[in-house]
């Protein structure tokens, strides 16, 4: 009989990992679900991925083509890029776990800001490396605060730009001026997972950074504004050299035939696209001035979601609305985890459900909602 000590035991620092959780999907039995917690977006995918999809599942005994040549195609095309710089993976999760597998190991050291995407944390720790974390400063990235922080020791440098669950960027000055003060063995990953969302002239996703740098790369994701989530597709542009790195160490079918097709469909179809754009714009505004109106302490975001911020008191706090809202099917994100145990963050959703949402924060508070 084996001793209960000689049990497998994962490697040092792998239990040290604070798993991650999605946010909620469940409404009690017999409300109605908003599910307004994961930033998923309320007008779903382009009806031209789902046909892709459909017509993709005819061929389900086939393994699919390991270099995703046609969504490759797709991004170039659609972007304007060279699909040798281009790496897609199972979610954008994926791309930044092969980061952090191919460049760091026990000693390094990696950069993240203060509310950043708990995923950096997972993978840099995963990988035996050090987490070190750079201040925010207004909930905002700060360039200097990064760039305290790079030792020897630092091989990458996350930034969520724009952040999530903030909802706050850095100009593409701001970002220029980070990259400038990093060592030329620093890679900058820029996560711009909500790039479509943003329109802000001082802002960039990245592009020009990768092409004129061999340290820098920007991942993207088609779970938001593509409506994709279900598939898990992810992309990233970067550099020959790290895209030939993480191609070495990838799994040799790491997305799916009917999510290749999906998304190649999905970035073709630019109306869909510019329709959700719009749709946020209109209710992210709306979402805004309506819970400013009710008292609520709103982070200014250029996503698809709004970091709201709840009283310290008694009945008013963020616990005490989550589980209000829950009562009556509306779903928001606890971001605790995120260094906020007193805001929720909530996802821009269909116009019944940006309507619903302030008026049930508004009985909570015992405030009029805003006609």
Not at 330 to 352: D, K, M, Q
Request: with cysteine.
């Amino acid at each position: 009989m084996v001793s209960q000590a000689a049990r497998p035991v994962p490697k040092k620092g792998v239990l040290d990992i604070e798993a991650y959780v999605p946010g909620k999907s469940q409404a009690p039995a017999g409300v109605k679900l908003h599910k307004l917690s994961s930033n998923e977006t309320p007008l779903g995918p382009s009806p031209r991925a789902r046909e892709a999809m459909i017509a993709a599942a005819s061929d389900l005994e086939l393994y699919p083509d390991g270099q995703a040549s046609t969504l490759k195609a797709a991004i170039a095309e659609t972007q304007g890029l060279n699909a040798a710089n281009i790496l897609c993976g199972n979610g954008s999760d994926e791309l930044l776990g092969l980061l952090c597998a191919a460049y760091l190991s026990a000693g390094d050291e990696a950069i993240h800001t203060e509310h950043g995407f708990l995923v950096y944390d997972i993978y840099i720790r995963a990988n035996g490396a050090t987490p070190v974390v750079a201040p925010e400063t207004d909930r905002r990235a700060d360039v200097d605060a990064i760039l305290s922080r790079v030792t020897e020791k630092t091989k990458l440098v996350f930034l969520a730009n724009p952040n999530n669950p903030t909802g706050t960027y850095l100009s593409y000055d701001e970002v220029r001026r980070l990259h400038r003060g990093l060592p030329s063995h620093v890679i900058l990953v820029l996560d711009a997972a909500y790039a479509e969302y943003v329109a802000r002239n001082d802002y960039g996703a990245g592009v020009e950074l990768v092409s004129a740098n061999a340290n820098v790369v920007m991942t993207r994701t088609f779970s938001k504004i593509h409506g994709l989530a279900a598939l898990r597709i992810g992309w990233m542009y970067a550099p020959e050299p790290i895209v030939d790195a993480l191609n070495r160490i990838r799994g040799p079918f790491n997305i799916n035939a009917p999510a290749i097709a999906a998304g190649a469909a999905a970035i073709r179809d630019r109306n869909h696209v510019e329709s959700a754009a719009r749709h946020n714009a209109e209710w992210l505004a709306f979402l805004t001035a309506e819970l400013s109106a009710l008292g609520l302490d709103v982070t200014p975001s250029v996503g698809n979601f709004l970091l709201v911020h709840f009283p310290d008191e008694p009945g008013r706090t963020a616990a005490e609305a989550d589980a209000f809202l829950t009562n009556r099917g509306y779903i928001l994100r606890r971001v605790t985890s995120y260094g906020f145990p007193n805001a929720l963050r909530l996802t821009v959703g269909s116009e019944a459900a940006c309507r619903g949402v302030v008026a049930v924060l508004a009985e909570f508070l015992g405030t009029k909602a805003p006609a």
